[in-house]
């Protein structure tokens, strides 16, 4: 079913939330893949404001979906979705990356209530999103298993040995994103190591590919409800998206991939946010 | 070794660790065309990414993508040249092992690696990115070489070392943001020989990489407080590792403590003993570094100050260890 009006409305509302917080938890924390967090978060929002089958307060309910962020660097905004969320307190944020806190950058599932696996190597998510589908077929339970991978990520081999095992075993109970931003660390990905025809190189490992503008949640929510009832092949999600949105200085800027904010710099942001958020 | 490749000291405690390293590898590349430089999408946080600026069209970015890098290196290596690689410790050592192992060591090949952010001196990122066990791996290798310098000073000599050294050589040094321990780079480095920084005849402290400059600070609280007399010996080179210096040690000073940023097991702690264990000789003797787990989330001081090899910690164990018994050997004189 198409979104309404009323569910985007309150969609655009939590990302607006979740942007304010990734800037506000960088800032505490000295220092977040700032680039990388902001251009998921139409993607984190879809998914845990609708489509996510999910408990905060029983977080390691059976038959939960299950979702894992491969591209695990983006954990500054991941946790603080989770806290608003209610999985846990979202003060407790403000020790994120100091002595003994639960919140370093990449998350550990053994401290943050919520994750369904630890990342933050590349190329570690899809072969364990893999595995959970694997499972849960196996074991007959009906939870989805759901994926999000950065495009630099995919230069790692073993998300192309994942990608063969999901089109080999037919998981359509993986549904996989790629934040398609267009940028890792060194640079632009197509002058790192060119990924394209990017679109094309899944196909022929066997998925179905959607293409969508990763901050729409009308073609978002199109491609996953198609992936939900596709039943030949594991759906691809290419979601073309912008490094640093939100913000207009950090946007496409691939120094913003890892950053530290100032108090200074952190209200620019806040402004930054606060014009785009009228249009 | 390389002749004419000093650089300003001056310079050099301005810049951090790893980017010394950069200005050698540019230097180095003027001496020897055959160096080439490999990095996996971390050319500029390893700083690997000076050399690609000075020589674009002898850097290869391997993208995302290690294991096909420490490959690639090996081809290069097999085709005549001089491939320095660098990308963290944990991708080095754990994601490419094997390409490390089967590649590069089995075949003896002449590729250096620089590995960055090894230990827990990016202790804010998590597991995920801190590297306890790199040293065991690596040390566990035949052919490797394995170099853990104590500050940048030292990173530079190793690296200009490494060139000339035959085959394969490790070189794991932290974030870049540590504190300098050498005020000038001429203090005699020469891979597998010890340096003793502080002599003594109580105690030894054998260190490497950031546990050096803060044992050099707990010899001199201890000289001053409780009148003792402490030897820190760095061991930058932990294969091949300086077992003279150490059966030295047990002689002169019979009780011994490593510190090292790493697990407990497999590093320079288990180097060390084994050299003891061999000797045959009683000593009293612990190991510092990360008790066998994963290291808590936090930056690197406070880690190393709650893990007690920072100055504070060093002196707690020193205490310590002064206070414990080791079996006298009737033989002793005669044993070296
Ligand atoms: C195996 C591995 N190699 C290197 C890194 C260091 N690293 C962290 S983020 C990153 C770039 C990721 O690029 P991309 O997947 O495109 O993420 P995004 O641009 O969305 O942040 C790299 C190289 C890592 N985390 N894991």
Redesign the interface.
């Known amino acids: 079913m198409p979104l309404s009006e009323q569910e985007i409305a309150g969609l655009r509302q939590h990302a607006r939330q979740l942007r304010q917080d990734i800037l506000d938890v960088t800032f505490w924390?000295?220092?977040a893949h700032i680039g990388g967090a902001l251009s998921i978060v139409e993607i984190l929002v879809l998914l845990y404001y609708k489509y996510l089958s999910i408990d905060p307060k029983n977080p390691e309910k059976e038959d939960r979906d299950r979702f894992i962020l491969s591209k695990?660097h983006a954990g500054v905004g991941f946790a603080a979705l989770l806290a608003r969320k209610g999985y846990f307190d979202f003060e407790l944020l403000k020790d994120f990356?100091?002595?003994?806190?639960?919140?370093?950058?990449?998350?550990?599932k053994h401290k943050v209530p919520g994750l369904d696996a630890?990342?933050?190597?590349?190329?570690h998510g899809l072969p364990m999103a893999v595995g959970l589908a694997l499972g849960a077929r196996l074991q007959k339970r009906q939870w989805l298993t759901y994926c999000l991978l950065g495009d630099?990520?995919c230069?790692?081999?073993s998300i192309w040995e994942a990608a063969m095992a999901a089109a080999h075993y037919k998981l359509t109970n993986l549904i996989t994103f790629v934040d398609r931003n267009r940028f890792?660390?060194?640079g632009n990905t197509e002058d790192?190591?060119a990924l394209e025809p990017f679109a094309d190189k899944w196909r022929s490992f066997g998925f179905i590919v959607h293409e969508v503008d990763g901050h729409s949640y009308t073609e978002l929510s199109r491609a996953i409800e198609a992936a939900m009832k596709e039943k030949a092949a594991p759906v691809l999600i290419m979601a073309h998206t912008v490094k640093g949105k939100g913000v207009d200085f950090m946007e496409g800027d691939v120094r913003w991939h890892y950053g530290g904010l100032d108090s200074d710099t952190l209200a620019k942001t806040k402004q930054s946010l606060a014009s785009t958020a009228k249009d | 070794m390389a002749e004419g490749l000093t650089w300003n000291v001056y310079d050099a405690n301005t810049m951090t660790q790893a980017d010394i390293y950069g200005d050698v590898l540019c230097l180095l590349g003027e001496k020897y065309d055959r160096i080439v430089g490999l990095?996996?999408?971390?050319?500029?946080?390893t700083k690997i990414?000076k050399f690609a600026e000075k020589y674009p069209h002898r850097f290869f970015?391997?993208?995302?993508?290690e294991?096909?890098m420490f490959g690639m290196a090996a081809g290069l290596a097999l085709s005549g040249l001089v491939p320095v690689v660098s990308t963290m410790a944990?991708?080095t050592t754990m994601?490419a092992a094997e390409q490390v192992r089967t590649d590069i060591c089995y075949q003896n090949l002449d590729v250096k690696i620089i590995a960055t952010h090894g230990g827990i001196s990016f202790?804010?990122?998590?597991?995920?990115?801190q590297c306890t066990e790199d040293i065991a791996i690596m040390r566990s290798m035949a052919n490797m070489t394995v170099v853990v310098p104590a500050d940048g000073i030292e990173c530079g000599n190793a690296v200009i070392a490494c060139i000339e050294h035959p085959g394969p050589v490790y070189i794991r040094i932290g974030r870049g943001f540590e504190p300098t321990c050498y005020e000038n780079d001429t203090y005699g480095f020469e891979i597998g020989k010890s340096v003793e920084i502080v002599p003594g005849s109580d105690i030894t402290l054998i260190c490497c990489g950031i546990t050096v400059l803060q044992a050099r600070e707990a010899a001199q609280i201890l000289k001053k407080t409780d009148g003792l007399s402490v030897r820190v010996i760095n061991m930058h080179t932990i294969k091949p590792l300086d077992a003279e210096a150490v059966r030295k040690a047990i002689a002169e000073t019979r009780r011994i403590i490593t510190f090292e940023d790493h697990n407990i097991y497999g590093g320079l702690g288990s180097a060390v003993a084994e050299v003891i264990a061999e000797s045959g000789k009683a000593c009293a003797f612990t190991r510092v570094g990360i008790p066998d787990c994963y290291s808590?989330?936090?930056?690197p001081e406070?880690?190393y100050h709650?893990y007690k090899f920072d100055a504070d910690g060093i002196v707690g164990k020193v205490r310590e260890v002064m206070g414990k018994d080791f079996e006298e050997d009737e033989n002793w004189e005669d044993g070296f």
């Open positions: 924390a000295g220092g695990g990356n100091k002595f003994n806190s639960p919140f370093g950058m990449h998350l550990d630890s990342t933050g190597s590349l190329g630099g990520e230069n790692e081999g890792s660390v060194d790192v190591m | 990095s996996a999408d971390l050319a500029k946080s990414g970015n391997a993208g995302i993508a294991q096909n944990v991708f994601r202790g804010q990122a998590g597991t995920t990115h808590l989330v936090g930056y406070d880690l709650h």
